[in-house]
């Protein structure tokens, strides 16, 4: 394994690092540690009234995202990750942790985000932490073994605690993987043609491993798994003139033929959905701080699915596209797409729909792919510990 650029949460320089001293490196590492959309990191840690604070840097969120569902789930792991590692410690006098509310205010997380974990689960998980990763690889077509999926599921919704907030479905068959795979790569190239995501998309891509140095966030193109040849022949799209010409030609249909190859070569596709107060049509009436709880426990329940998976030796790589697409339908009613591609998604997800009744009535909060590959040669960077950090007046800091 390979790791080049700033350093990994297992390669701080401890000693080096600034850290506020109510902080312990342990919560550090495992919130530094939690996946965020594109790899964007937007993490602001502070202390506030003996209390620790999680913020989100607004000049790192990304501009394509809903009312900040993936910035959200991002959170939401990394609430996960502390609350694991805090259980695994069996750390019962630690300082409580606030996160920004939809005014701004600090607040206690929802209580779902943390639901009792025995110390054994906490234990198993933590180890887990510093080792789950993405995986872009081409997957071994054998469908995972169903005790195996059941645990993954069962990790999501707590044992059951959670069944009423969260649920997870799979597809197995192979005819239902390709039909996904179709969805997956039509929502995929849509974000190769408007200029606000193709601008937001090549923002986050690190082409030269001296970019992914200074920068230690974004994505690495050595992660992608492309074939030969297909970084560069990307590289040479950055510009938007460039790629309207290039979908103007029908190219932004071979830009998402990996998307749709990476599905076919998987093992299983899961779907997480969130039990959402009112159906999907009406997505638009839910109130901002209801949205934000939502998408909140399905990403701590996501993370808790996916450290269950590295325990497993399941590999998994996020399918954001669909659930992207289909929120911007339904909570900002189309805002930002043409009527014709509006029309698109909606039929996309009919097909979606009539693949997996049974979660009518709930809203994908992601899609992944899983199953047995190789381990990746390189993983995305982390930022420093103290790169994070946000310093009040009154802290003291320890080096």
Same mark, same amino acid.
């Given at each position: 394994?390979?790791?080049?650029?700033?350093?990994?949460?297992?390669? %701080? +320089?401890?000693?080096?690092?600034?850290?506020?001293? %109510?902080?312990?490196?342990?919560?550090?590492?495992?919130?530094?540690?939690?996946?965020?959309?594109?790899?964007?990191?937007?993490?602001?840690?502070?202390?506030?009234?003996?209390?620790?604070? =999680?913020?989100?840097?607004?000049?790192?969120?990304?501009?394509?995202? @809903?009312?900040?569902?993936?910035?959200?789930?991002?959170?939401?792991?990394?609430?996960?990750? @502390?609350? =694991?590692?805090?259980?695994?410690?069996? +750390?019962?006098?630690?300082?409580?942790?606030?996160?920004?509310?939809?005014?701004? *205010?600090?607040?206690?997380?929802?209580?779902? @985000?943390?639901?009792?974990?025995?110390?054994?689960?906490?234990?198993?998980?933590?180890?887990?932490?510093?080792?789950?990763?993405?995986?872009?690889?081409?997957?071994?077509?054998?469908?995972?073994?169903?005790?195996?999926? +059941?645990?993954?599921?069962?990790?999501?919704?707590?044992?059951?605690?959670? &069944?009423?907030?969260?649920?997870?479905?799979?597809?197995?068959?192979?005819?239902? =993987?390709?039909? !996904?795979?179709?969805?997956?790569?039509?929502?995929?190239?849509?974000?190769? *043609?408007?200029?606000? !995501?193709?601008? &937001?998309?090549?923002?986050?891509?690190? !082409?030269?491993?001296?970019?992914?140095?200074?920068?230690?966030?974004?994505?690495? %193109?050595?992660?992608? &798994?492309?074939?030969?040849?297909?970084?560069?022949?990307?590289?040479?799209?950055?510009?938007?003139?460039?790629?309207? =010409?290039?979908?103007?030609?029908?190219?932004?249909?071979?830009?998402?033929?990996?998307?749709?190859?990476?599905?076919?070569?998987?093992?299983?596709?899961?779907?997480?959905?969130?039990? %959402?107060?009112?159906? +999907?049509?009406?997505?638009?009436?839910?109130?901002? *701080?209801?949205?934000?709880?939502?998408?909140? @426990?399905?990403?701590?329940?996501?993370?808790?699915?996916?450290?269950?998976?590295?325990?497993?030796?399941?590999?998994?790589?996020?399918?954001?596209?669909?659930?992207?697409?289909?929120?911007?339908?339904?909570?900002?009613?189309? *805002?930002?797409?043409?009527?014709?591609?509006?029309?698109?998604?909606?039929?996309?997800?009919?097909?979606?729909?009539?693949?997996?009744?049974?979660?009518?009535?709930?809203?994908?909060?992601?899609?992944?792919?899983?199953?047995?590959?190789?381990?990746?040669?390189?993983?995305?960077?982390?930022?420093?510990?103290?790169?994070?950090?946000?310093?009040?007046?009154?802290?003291?800091?320890?080096?």
């Amino acid at each position: 394994m390979k790791h080049e650029g700033a350093s990994s949460v297992s390669g %701080v +320089d401890v000693e080096a690092a600034c850290v506020p001293a %109510v902080w312990s490196r342990r919560e550090l590492d495992a919130i530094l540690a939690a996946p965020t959309p594109d790899n964007n990191q937007p993490w602001l840690l502070e202390t506030r009234n003996s209390a620790l604070a =999680i913020r989100l840097d607004r000049s790192r969120l990304l501009p394509s995202d @809903v009312d900040g569902m993936f910035d959200l789930i991002g959170l939401g792991a990394a609430l996960a990750n @502390v609350h =694991i590692v805090r259980g695994q410690a069996n +750390d019962t006098d630690a300082l409580p942790v606030l996160i920004e509310n939809a005014d701004g *205010e600090l607040v206690e997380p929802p209580r779902d @985000v943390w639901p009792p974990l025995s110390p054994d689960v906490c234990r198993e998980l933590a180890t887990e932490v510093p080792r789950r990763h993405t995986n872009r690889r081409p997957y071994a077509r054998r469908v995972p073994r169903r005790v195996d999926l +059941d645990a993954l599921a069962g990790a999501a919704v707590a044992d059951g605690a959670l &069944e009423h907030r969260c649920r997870v479905a799979w597809l197995t068959e192979r005819s239902a =993987i390709g039909k !996904f795979a179709g969805l997956v790569a039509r929502c995929d190239r849509l974000r190769f *043609e408007y200029p606000a !995501f193709h601008a &937001e998309l090549f923002k986050q891509l690190r !082409f030269r491993p001296s970019e992914v140095q200074q920068c230690g966030d974004g994505l690495d %193109v050595r992660t992608l &798994e492309l074939p030969p040849g297909a970084a560069t022949f990307l590289r040479c799209l950055r510009s938007w003139s460039v790629m309207r =010409i290039f979908k103007r030609l029908g190219g932004t249909r071979l830009m998402a033929l990996p998307s749709r190859w990476s599905v076919l070569r998987s093992g299983a596709v899961g779907l997480l959905a969130m039990r %959402v107060s009112v159906g +999907d049509a009406d997505l638009s009436s839910v109130s901002l *701080e209801q949205w934000r709880e939502h998408c909140l @426990v399905a990403g701590a329940a996501l993370q808790r699915l996916w450290l269950k998976a590295s325990q497993l030796g399941v590999a998994i790589q996020p399918l954001g596209s669909l659930p992207l697409f289909f929120a911007r339908i339904h909570r900002l009613r189309g *805002e930002g797409l043409t009527a014709r591609d509006q029309k698109t998604v909606q039929r996309l997800e009919e097909e979606y729909r009539r693949m997996v009744p049974e979660l009518s009535g709930w809203t994908l909060a992601m899609a992944f792919r899983i199953g047995y590959a190789k381990p990746p040669q390189y993983r995305s960077p982390r930022r420093g510990r103290d790169a994070a950090i946000t310093l009040s007046e009154t802290q003291r800091v320890s080096r």
